[in-house]
């Protein structure tokens, strides 16, 4: 197994590559989507499987319950909460899903969400609609927006909401949003979520490990971040935050498993049996209710204090990581910008020397110098059609597979196309400057319409490798 040296950390860019992966021909710009785990990570998982295998019934019945335990509690220290207040689940999806499918909606309530929300989740309320009364109300925006039209915004569809008669009781909001991969002002949101007696449900996918985190003073109500995105675990690991002021909605995992509470038919009967224990009683059956929850891999969880060692002795820590990649993903932004004469997403009409508060994270969101047709578009290379724009999409993402062996999200928001880049430790400003010279390329084959695909002969690897 590698060992890692305590007394050592390696320094941030190039040199960090020896601890992962990736092939030497790949540049890896894209973490924020499916993570990637270092090598010392992988090996811990490894070793557990091979734990299991040998002595399945003893590993699963005792010691990984042990093991998931302290997990448990060296994630709880990162997010600032108490440890019976945490629990894991396979991802940040699963765990909104299992709070609204918990909420037990009745008839005339509604949750509130945003035009962004991540597609999957999205889907997700779709479904609670097929099997309950749940209605639910979408905030439309678009980006670039203030923060104070945001809320407005918010605040209108609630006022409308309670007009109609319906009783909203929970609003679903991000930490940091996919794509356009900026920061979303989630802890206003919180605040107002708690003035206006709504449950906060925060979808932190990014969130833990990208920024700072401190749910004893942030108090949401419910809030998911994947483990395994920022912060180096295997993929399938989320972390969950329930107060213990909200533990009694929550009786059942999904799929439904051996922690199940059982409750009577009635909302009002479930308020006098599972309300009627202690706090302690039903924090002792939340945690439990996550730890059979049925016959799968939790190596993935117990590989969480491997990971927050490889960051605190390698890496140097929380804060000299989202720090590097902070600026990293800000400075890198800037120069793609300038490389296709174009801006980088932030809110509108900032101060000469204000910062932009959507881009205090680690991934910067750059618009692609091309529009659809018939939008006033200024300093567009090319227009297309909105069928030729969903093809654009398309040609971008293979050729950057298939001819530069790197890969970027390419999508449309608004009237033009934009691209997310994800910082990240092994990653450095040359890697962006490439990666600016291939989007160049690719922005002027598309403004001409030139959708060919000749992938026959790829560039040359990344110099900066």
């Known amino acids: 197994m590698t060992v890692i040296n305590n007394s050592e950390p390696t320094a941030f860019g190039k040199p960090m590559l020896k601890h992962w992966l990736f092939d030497p021909s790949y540049t890896n710009l894209n973490h924020g989507s499916y993570g990637a785990n270092p090598i010392v990570v992988r090996e811990k998982q490894r070793a557990l499987h091979d734990l299991i295998d040998k002595r399945p019934d003893p590993y699963i019945r005792i010691d990984q319950k042990k093991l998931l335990a302290q997990a448990r509690e060296e994630v709880a220290a990162i997010i600032h909460a108490p440890k019976d207040e945490v629990v894991f689940v396979r991802n940040a999806t699963s765990g909104v899903y299992t709070v609204l499918y918990n909420l037990n909606f ?33 905030v439309p925006y678009e980006f670039p927006i203030a923060e104070d039209e945001l809320e407005r915004r918010f605040r209108d ?51 833990i490990g990208i920024i700072p985190l401190n749910m ?42 051996w922690g199940f509470i059982p409750g009577p038919k009635t909302p009002e009967d479930i308020s006098s049996s599972i309300r009627s224990m202690s706090l302690e ?46 600026t990293l993903a800000n400075e890198a932004g800037d120069l793609i910008a300038a490389a296709l004469g174009t801006d980088v997403l932030q809110e509108p009409d900032l101060k ?40 654009a999409v398309v040609h971008l993402q293979q050729s950057l597979v298939a001819k530069y062996d790197t890969f970027l999200p390419i999508f449309r928001h608004g ?51």
Not at 182 to 193: M, S
Not at 287 to 293: G, R
Not at 303 to 318: D, H, N, Q, S, Y
Not at 355 to 380: E, F, H, W, Y
């Open 216 to 257: 004893e003073e942030l108090q949401p109500d419910f809030f998911v971040s994947n483990c395994h995105k920022w912060l180096y675990t295997p993929r399938g690991s989320a972390v969950l935050y329930v107060p213990k002021r909200n533990q009694h909605f929550i009786r059942t995992t999904l799929p439904t498993s």
């Open 106 to 138: 009745q008839k005339d309530e509604a949750i509130i969400y945003f035009q962004t929300v991540y597609g999957a989740v999205e889907y997700g309320f779709v479904s609670l609609q097929e099997h309950s009364p749940l209605q639910t109300r979408k």
């Open 157 to 207: 569809v609630l006022s409308k909401a309670r007009a109609d008669g319906l009783n909203v009781r929970a609003a679903v909001f991000d930490a940091i949003v996919s794509n356009p991969g900026v920061r979303f002002p989630f802890e206003r949101f919180v605040k107002i979520c708690r003035e206006e007696s709504i449950l906060s449900v925060i979808d932190g996918a990014h969130g």
């Open 281 to 326: 009683d039903q924090s002792a059956r939340f945690q439990q209710l996550f730890v059979e929850t049925a016959t799968d891999d939790d190596s993935t969880y117990v590989c969480v204090p491997t990971a927050l060692k490889f960051r605190r002795e390698v890496c140097g820590g929380e804060e000299a990581i989202m720090s590097y990649n902070q």
């Open 352 to 391: 000469p020397g204000e910062k932009s508060n959507m881009r205090q994270c680690c991934m910067t969101t750059i618009r692609l110098p091309i529009g659809v047709a018939g939008a006033d578009l200024v300093g567009a290379w090319g227009t297309l059609s909105s069928e030729e724009m969903d093809l």
């Open 415 to 465: 009237p033009w196309l934009w691209t997310r880049i994800s910082a990240q430790v092994y990653l450095e400003k040359s890697d962006f400057e490439w990666a600016a010279g291939v989007l160049r390329e690719l922005c002027e084959k598309v403004a001409r319409k030139d959708f060919s695909e000749d992938f026959t002969e790829k560039k040359p690897q990344n110099a900066a490798k």
